[in-house]
Nanobody, 121 residues
């Protein structure tokens, strides 16, 4: 099973990015998908999760109002729209599968390779 996280980059403060999580030969629609991030020297932090049917979404308090998670099961892709980027959002962002949304990284099974988001002027 391979997940691919993409869409990261270097963005100025206040900018936006849309991250994508996709998979080949693996149906994401059966799973809840979580987004995590890890900054240098810090623990991996859960930022958002969406249920398999997209009827439930969750956000960390630090990203509420700025991050929006969505999914297109027909395209086998989950998105994380990030607006109002701040320097503290700088991290490697990972997507991962789970049977249901959870708070901790160990509740997730398969992980993508991560995509770097750097917020800097």
């Amino acid at each position: 099973v391979q997940l691919q996280a993409s869409g990261g980059g270097l963005v100025q403060p206040g900018g936006s990015l849309r991250l994508s999580c996709s998979a080949s030969e693996f149906t994401l629609g059966y799973y809840a998908i979580g987004w995590f991030r890890q900054a240098p020297g810090k623990e991996r932090e859960g930022v958002s999760c969406i249920s398999s049917s997209a009827d439930s979404t969750y956000y960390a308090d630090s990203v509420k109002g700025r991050f929006t998670i969505s999914r297109d099961n027909a395209k086998n892709t989950v998105y994380l729209q990030i607006n109002g980027l701040k320097s503290e959002d700088t991290a490697v962002y990972y997507c991962a599968t789970a049977s249901k949304c959870g708070t901790y990284y160990y509740e997730y099974d398969y992980w993508g390779q991560g995509t770097q988001v750097t917020v800097s002027s």
